[in-house]
């Protein structure tokens, strides 16, 4: 019964949320009297600014960001890279900017990552495409279901993941799109990384411990997003939709359904000045599987969210179970005027169901961040974030805001 009373709770807000739509064509990027790391480098070396592109052709905005930091998962040092793409494919009035971003990573040893996003806007918005592709060499911690093990009681789980999903919505009025989507998720050669523990008596979980798991299945998806920029998203809000079954004749080992419903909310606090970033963010999701035989590692897990962003400040993977409800916060704010350094402050909680029962147990964390200007054209920052739980801290780089 309570997973139908927290999808009330959801679509309660979404009411809310229409009744303050930032109009688009308000809602552009400005870069008059901007500066960016891209303004500084032409000035140290003495570059001239190129000219505008002829009418017609399309202006893409690179980001790149080559950093050495933790892995994800909590698996010691990586070297990672982000690359980041936007492109308008359409009129700016009438049409969101497209984004693509490539993250590999390598912890200089048996770990790297492969992972592709896209989010696809067609001219004047009428169809967003939207796709995740990822090659994955792991071992990651985990900690079994729920809370039934302590932060010191972690094992690893060695791993090969391959994932490929790809959406395609159409625009249904202007800020609501549905669609229907191809979800598929291979896990292979799953087993601890200690021989002497079973994953499957260590999680108490029989599906997906060992050997391999094989998820393939639908989407059904609707969205509501009246931002202009998901890189980094100006006033506005955002909910996504995503219904998802796996029967067994797509390939998938056992019949299984889940249901993620994603809310965002910018409120800006000084509407006034629309040159300085001074905001206020609020995202919620709530994800649960339907149904009892999913494979354990596909299983609602915190930073294991789409874009894997949420649950900064402890490890990812850190609390799985049938059902998981996140809620974040952040502050962010201009420091100087030219709009090149910023920061944000942040803090989030999240309850999962497996050892108990959803809401039973809290687990938070917080932390505060830098922003750094990288391209003012697409308004990509480099984020640099310390974040803090109970037991756990951690930095992170990368491009783009958390959400």
């Not at 009035?93 to 990552?113: E, I, K, Q």
Request: glycine content about 10%; charged content about 15%; proline content about 6%.
């Amino acid at each position: 019964m309570y997973k139908y009373i927290v999808i009330a709770l959801f679509l309660i807000p979404s009411t809310l949320f229409a009744q303050s739509v930032i109009p688009q064509k308000d809602a552009k990027i400005d870069t008059i009297g901007k500066t960016d790391l891209i303004d500084i480098a032409k000035g140290i070396f003495h570059v001239k600014p190129g000219a505008p592109p002829p009418d017609g052709k399309k202006r893409i905005y690179f980001s790149v960001l080559p950093v050495s930091g933790a892995a994800p998962g909590g698996t010691g040092r990586a070297l990672v890279t982000s690359t980041t793409a936007g492109v308008y494919l359409g009129p700016k009035n009438t049409t969101n900017l497209s984004s693509v971003s490539f993250a590999p990573y390598w912890n200089f040893h048996s770990r790297f990552g492969l992972p592709l996003r896209s989010s696809i806007w067609l001219p004047d918005n009428t169809w967003n495409i939207q796709g995740d592709i990822r090659f994955l060499v792991y071992p990651q911690y985990t900690w079994g279901l729920g809370s039934s093990h302590s932060s010191d009681e972690k094992t690893l789980v060695d791993y090969r993941y391959i994932r490929f999903y790809q959406s395609a919505l159409k625009r249904i009025t202007p800020y609501f799109f549905a669609g229907v989507g191809y979800n598929l998720d291979y896990h292979t050669n799953i087993k601890s990384d200690d021989p002497n523990i079973d994953l499957k008596q260590y999680t108490g979980y029989q599906y997906g411990t060992a050997g391999n798991s094989f998820s393939s299945g639908i989407s059904l998806n609707a969205l509501y997003d009246t931002r202009n920029n998901s890189i980094n998203p100006l006033p506005g809000a955002y909910a996504n939709f995503v219904y998802r079954i796996n029967p067994g004749f797509l390939g998938s080992n056992d019949s299984w359904h889940s249901v993620y419903i994603d809310m965002r909310k910018y409120i800006p606090l000084n509407p006034a000045n629309k040159s300085q970033q001074n905001t206020l963010a609020i995202w919620t999701y709530y994800w649960t599987v339907l149904g009892s035989r999913a494979p354990y590692l596909d299983l609602p897990s915190v930073g294991w969210d789409p874009y894997n962003r949420s649950g900064r400040g402890m490890d990812q993977n850190r609390y799985r179970g049938g059902s998981l409800f996140y809620l974040e916060g952040e502050y962010r704010r201009d420091i100087t005027e030219n709009g090149l350094l910023g920061f944000v402050v942040f803090a989030n909680a999240n309850t999962v169901s497996g050892s108990g029962t959803l809401f039973t147990s809290w687990h938070p964390a917080a932390g505060t961040g830098l922003r750094v200007k990288f391209n003012k054209g697409s308004n990509t920052n480099v984020g640099i974030d310390y974040g803090f739980s109970k037991g756990y801290n951690s930095i992170t780089v990368g491009l783009g805001e958390a959400f």
